[in-house]
């Protein structure tokens, strides 16, 4: 069964940084697609940053040039590197994989249409 554990969350004051971790069992990062949602106002979940399996990366135009997400493969742990965090960027975040790139959604019912989700880590920024 494949499980993602997330950890890293917490609260910041407006500009400061996080990072996010996310290990998987039973999901080799390296050979799929993986990334972080964050759930908006309602119950979806917006994708902030995602890494095909071939190193490409893609992040939402909110978070463009404060977040960064990478990889180490000898862990098998994604990180989401964020900086300049501001109070928008309040949110549950939640780690995702998929070995099927036609999987992602820049928008979705959060826990539905890609396949792996973790449990999720609060994101609190204040001003």
């Known amino acids: 069964e494949v499980q993602l554990v997330e950890s890293g969350g917490g609260s910041v004051q407006a500009g400061g940084s996080l990072r996010l971790s996310c290990t998987a069992s039973?999901?080799?990062?390296?050979?799929?697609?993986k990334g972080w949602y964050r759930q908006g106002p309602g119950n979806e979940c917006i994708l902030v940053a995602k890494?095909?399996?071939?190193?490409?990366?893609y992040y939402a135009d909110s978070v463009k040039g404060r977040f960064a997400i990478s990889q180490d493969i000898a862990k098998n742990t994604i990180y989401l590197q964020m900086n300049n965090l501001q109070p928008e960027d309040t949110a549950p975040y939640y780690c995702?994989?998929?070995?099927?790139?036609?999987?992602?959604?820049?928008?979705?019912?959060?826990?539905?249409?890609?396949?792996?989700w973790g449990q999720g880590t609060q994101v609190t920024v204040s001003s």
């Open positions: 995702a994989a998929d070995q099927d790139t036609g999987r992602w959604y820049t928008q979705i019912a959060c826990f539905k249409g890609t396949s792996y």
């Open positions: 039973e999901f080799p990062f390296v050979d799929g697609d």
């Open positions: 890494m095909y399996s071939d190193g490409i990366t």
